[in-house]
């Protein structure tokens, strides 16, 4: 049983988009031009860079491009292996970028404790 219906959800998001395409088209070309260029050499390959997508949407916590680019990394014949070993590198990434703040906290507390 899922926390979340994906798939209404997935609608839900695809609707809000189109409904904002309406109202600033320019907004959404823009948007599709930085996703084109980042695409356009394909060096990395379809997979990989939903994969990549995945972890950043993670680390974004946007429910919207989880649930797009999980059928694209689907789509493109990643499995819930490598999707888990790219949330894997997510978390990791995550936990770190924690503890480098957390370097800023204490910096801070001790110019202020001074």
């Known amino acids: ?3 979340i ?3 209404a959800y997935h609608q839900q998001v695809l ?3 189109a409904e904002i395409a309406v109202l600033s088209p320019d907004v959404i070309r823009g948007y599709q031009a930085i996703g084109g260029a980042a695409r356009k050499t394909n060096l990395l390959g379809t997979k990989v ?3 990549i997508a995945l972890a950043a949407a993670v680390s974004l916590r946007c ?3 989880i649930v797009v680019h999980t ?3 689907l789509k ?3 499995t819930r292996e490598e999707i888990a070993e790219a949330l894997g590198t997510a978390i990791g990434v995550n936990a770190g970028a924690g503890l480098v ?3 800023r906290v204490m910096d801070a507390v001790k110019s202020k404790a001074s």
Do not use: K
Request: hydrophobic share 40%; charged share 15%.
């Open 1 to 3: 049983m899922s926390m």
């Open 5 to 7: 219906d994906w798939n």
């Open 15 to 17: 609707a809000g988009v």
């Open 49 to 51: 860079n939903e994969l």
């Open 63 to 65: 429910d919207g491009c």
């Open 71 to 73: 059928e694209a990394a």
């Open 76 to 78: 493109a014949g990643a």
């Open 101 to 103: 703040y957390s370097t």
